[in-house]
Each structure stands twice: as C-alpha cells, then as structure tokens.
C-alpha cells in the first residue's frame, strides 16, 4: 500500500488496523522504528506519510470513504479443528468481509491481497451480497490480486513486478485495478484472469518455488554421501534455460510465513477434491523440508562426539532469511529446538532479530542464562557468541557471515572446534587454515 501510494500521488490510500500500538508505530516520527524491517520501507513511507498515505484505527469510517477495499489480513494455518495443521483459518478474511459489508457505501471494489485459498472469493461474494440485499445503497465487486513480493525484496519486487495478476469477472472492476498499476508497471505485465485461476495461481507459485528448494536440498544431502558439490550440480543443471539458475541454494531448508503454509493448504484442498495422490505429492515437500532441518541438529551432535549436552554452540542466524527480521517458520527454530533437547548451551546472534521474539519462538524464558545445559542466551556480537563455542552453526545467510575472520574466532574457541554452515557462506579454506573442521552443506568434499 506505502508502494502504490508512493507510485500514485494522486489516490488517497489509508490503511487500517484494529491495533492502535501498531497502527501509532506506523506513525512513529522516527522511521527507523516502523513495526516491520524491510530495506527501502522507510524511504517510501518517509514520502508518502502525510501527503496521501494515511495510518488509521478508524475501520468503518475509512471503508465507507473508499472506492477500493484491499482485504490484507493474515491467513495462518488452522491450530485445531476441521483441517487443523492444514487449512488456513479464514476468520480474519470472514471478519473483514462482514466489515466492509456493514460500513461499505456506493460501489466498492473488494480486492483480496491475503493469500486465500481457492474459492475463497465466493464466501466472500455471498457476504457482501446478503448487504446488498439489505436495502441500502450498496454494491460490491470481487477481485483476486495476490502479492509475489518476497521479504527482504519487497520494494524492489513491488516497483519491477514480474507481473501483476489480477483475477475477477467485472471488467470495470479490474481496469480500474490494473490502471492503479499500469502508473508504473508495464501494460504486457499486468495478468488478467478468473478469480479462481488467480487464488490457485497465488498457492501454486509457493508450491513450485518451495519444490525447487527441496528437490536441490534432497541432492545436497546425496551429494554430502557421495563426493559431489551441490553449487557445482545447481550450476550445472541451473545453465539450462529450461530449469534457470534461482531457487537452487540448498539451505537449512525454507522457512518464512507463505511456502510451508500455502503447501498444507494445497494438500489439504487437494484431499478435499478427491485427489489424494496430488496431496502426497506435494506434502512431500513440505516433509522433505522438515528432515532436512532435523538432519542438521542430528549431525552436529554426531560430528561432536555423539553429545552436545552442556556444550557451547554458536549460533549465527534466527531470521528466515537474511535482510528481515521476520522468524515466521525459521529452520533455525526447528535445529535451535532439536539442540536445546539434546542439552546444549546456544548462544544465538542475528542482526535484526529482539530477544523477545527468539525466546517466543524457542518457547523458552527471555532472561535466560547460558549456565545449564538445555539453555540458551541471545548474543550482542559474534565474538561474545563463538567465545569458548564447541561449534558455530550459520544458519542465515546475513551478508557479515560472509566476511567473518576465522584465524581471531578460532582463536576464542575450545578446541577441537567445529563449523556447521547450513548456508554456504564460508571460504572452505579460510576455516580450514584457522585449525577448524567444517560441514558445509551439500559439499561431499568435506
Ligand atoms: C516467498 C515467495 O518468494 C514470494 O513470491 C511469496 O510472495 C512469499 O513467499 P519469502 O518467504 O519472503 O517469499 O522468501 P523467499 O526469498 O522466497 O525464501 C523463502 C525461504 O526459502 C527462505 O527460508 C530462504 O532462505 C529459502 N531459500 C530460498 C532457499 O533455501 N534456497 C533458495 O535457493 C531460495
């Protein structure tokens, strides 16, 4: 929203929320404490704020002013009954509905942003269609506009979109839709579709995106078996134009708020639809994606003599990954977790990430010491995280992680010392000369 406002001078944009802390960070004078990190965000908000882009807990008020409602509420993964771990829980998207359909006046555009499964516009359709019927003078048009932009990228992706998909069966609807983009996307890139073809379009992307991830995570882990280099296979196999070279680091596997969600959402839509071998199918992925983050725990406390309990380990990275702060699904939660079971003492830095959030997602005490085995601190520096560590694991791939002077860590640890980079950001040799022995993922050389 801070983007079209930024693009467009000339259309009001206001967004609302319930929560006033959230919505008076928003309008926090100071940029750099905006609720969400996000390189460049500060800049275009710094622009917009003010002049046409409006930060409000006014709901009703700001609906019934609108020519366009973009419905932009979060869509997790159901925690219990019908379809719990699976479905996503549409309560936010079901409440917005009935907000807009009470405070909505005129024609009002509803445009879907949240990631929503198929057929999702229809629920939404028949709210708004019982106020339609209730006498006043109102009348709504339905579209599917799911987002591509990935965390980290986001302006970037937002201003120079692949594309811009646009799903819905009013003409008028979506021209005035794709006339908001059209002020700084390329005509040819604006996509027009059915609503269903757009929701499934939005859930399909992630599937294929996350596949990529655990099909190159799966080679890896032959690769380590059997003497291969998996940058050496991703680039060999990435040079044909018919599979291309992104998507293909192998990693600690994926993490952030879309990929594993949005899979268990196909998965469980598919078993509803009657095609069970289409569900296995694509859960594998996700599968695949959760014994390659209990691999890592398991081979660092193999390679460490078969125990962590009471040892040091250093961890760098909690984000998903790097240039956010955001730990929604972070592998380094999964192999921070299966370590704290083994009994190790985690000192965990990351750039970004408060200590509030790792305690949370650890399920573990903010003000705990690292002084018992089972238990973890977060660490201000890398020295004070590695000082007297058995082993540093890297598990995000912050741009510092690549800079990192082994000879002086080496020199803070108890040896013999261990380095477990899940991300590929060391020079082998840099470590290896610092007397330390080093698992790299999917580096069968090691
Ligand atoms: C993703 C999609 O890219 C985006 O289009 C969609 O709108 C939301 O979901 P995001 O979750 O922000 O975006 O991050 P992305 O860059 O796709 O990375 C997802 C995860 O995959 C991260 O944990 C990342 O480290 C991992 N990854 C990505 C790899 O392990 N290897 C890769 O080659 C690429």
Request: proline share 3%; aromatic share 6%.
């Amino acid at each position: 929203m801070a983007v079209i406002a930024d693009r467009c001078p000339q259309i009001h944009v206001t967004v609302v929320d319930l929560n006033q802390a959230r919505i008076d960070a928003w309008n926090d004078e100071d940029l750099s404490r905006l609720p969400v990190y996000e390189p460049g965000l500060d800049a275009v908000v710094g622009r917009a704020r003010g002049r046409n882009l409006t930060f409000s807990t006014e709901v009703e008020a700001s609906i019934a002013a609108a020519d366009m409602v973009f419905i932009s509420v979060n869509t997790p993964t159901k925690t219990k009954g019908l379809g719990a771990g699976q479905a996503s829980d549409l309560r936010w998207v079901e409440a917005c509905a009935r907000t807009v359909a009470q405070a909505a006046t005129g024609h009002t555009i509803v445009v879907e942003k949240s990631t929503l499964p198929v057929r999702t516009a229809a629920a939404i359709q028949t709210i708004l269609a019982a106020a339609q019927n209730d006498g006043a003078e109102r009348r709504f048009s339905v579209l599917s506009n799911p987002e591509f932009l990935a965390e980290g990228t986001a302006i970037a992706d937002l201003e120079a979109p692949d594309r811009v998909l646009i799903g819905g069966d009013d003409p008028d609807a979506i021209n005035a839709l794709a006339e908001i983009y059209g002020h700084w996307v390329a005509k040819e890139r604006i996509l027009r579709t059915n609503l269903w073809s757009s929701e499934l379009s939005k859930l399909t992307a992630n599937a294929f995106l996350a596949q990529r991830i655990s099909s190159i995570n799966s080679i890896a882990a032959f690769c380590e078996a059997s003497g291969a280099d998996v940058r050496e296979v991703a680039r060999a196999i990435g040079t044909d134009s018919r599979i291309g070279p992104k998507f293909l680091s192998a990693g600690p596997g994926f993490g952030g708020s879309c990929f594993q969600k949005d899979i268990l959402n196909l998965v469980y839509l598919c078993r509803h639809f009657g095609l069970p071998e289409v569900a296995d199918y694509w859960e594998s992925v996700v599968q695949l994606n959760t014994w390659q983050q209990h691999r890592i725990a398991r081979l660092v406390v193999e390679k460490l003599f078969g125990t962590v309990t009471g040892k040091r380990l250093a961890v760098l990275g909690f984000a998903f990954k790097a240039n956010t702060n955001d730990t929604r699904e972070a592998p380094a939660i999964h192999v921070c977790a299966d370590l704290l079971e083994e009994g190790a003492q985690l000192a965990i830095h990351d750039p970004k990430v408060a200590t509030a959030q790792m305690a949370r997602d650890l399920k573990q005490d903010e003000s705990a010491v690292l002084d018992s085995s089972g238990s973890w601190c977060r660490s201000e520096s890398i020295e004070a995280a590695v000082a007297g560590a058995d082993a540093v694991l890297i598990l995000t791939e912050w741009e510092q992680y690549r800079q990192l002077k082994w000879a002086d860590l080496a020199s803070r640890m108890r040896h013999p010392a261990w380095v477990f980079d899940a991300r590929a950001v060391t020079e082998s040799q840099q470590v290896r000369a610092a007397g330390l022995s080093l698992w790299k993922v999917g580096d069968g050389e090691g």
